[in-house]
């Protein structure tokens, strides 16, 4: 191989490098799932006189791309045809790394309800304990449901 030869290819390897380099640095931060530990809030819904379902409500958990912070969802899928569309979902939770505490609530069902489907969570960086609630299901038919997972920083 010529010395020409070697140039051209350490120049080029260089160029695909800095472009490579430049690509990493301006791509944006993707929301990406945090798994989650729970157990779901367990409530009963009711879409009239005898018609009633059961209702477990699990939380969805996702990087925002900024440190200690993430977002909380509570898809709600089928239970949103029979009943959970006017519930909200409750997440009140505890920093065990850093004490900070808070709670978000969010809409398990798209439509014309009042409340976000997602909300963002300040809960620094460090291992999170929260509490799951049903609130709004028309009674006191729910039980807390519990969730732990780690935000990176």
């Not at 030869?5 to 944006?28: E, Y």
């Not at 530990?37 to 209702?55: D, E, H």
Request: net charge positive.
């Amino acid at each position: 191989m010529s010395i020409i030869s070697k140039r051209i290819i350490a120049a080029a390897g260089a160029g695909v490098a800095a472009l490579a380099a430049g690509t990493l640095a301006a791509a944006p931060a993707a929301a990406a799932p945090l798994p989650v530990q729970q157990v779901p809030a367990q409530g009963i819904l009711s879409m009239g006189l005898g018609n009633w379902s059961g209702y477990a409500a699990s939380i969805r958990i996702e990087t925002t791309g900024r440190p200690g912070q993430v977002a909380l969802s509570a898809p709600g899928g089928a239970a949103c045809g029979r009943g959970a569309a006017g519930t909200l979902v409750r997440f009140d939770y505890t920093n065990l790394t850093t004490g900070r505490t808070g709670s978000g609530t969010v809409r398990p069902c798209t439509g014309p309800f009042s409340g976000p489907l997602k909300t963002t969570l300040h809960t620094g960086a460090g291992q999170i304990v929260g509490v799951i609630n049903i609130v709004g299901s028309g009674g006191p038919w729910q039980i807390p449901g519990g969730a732990t997972f780690g935000v990176p920083r």
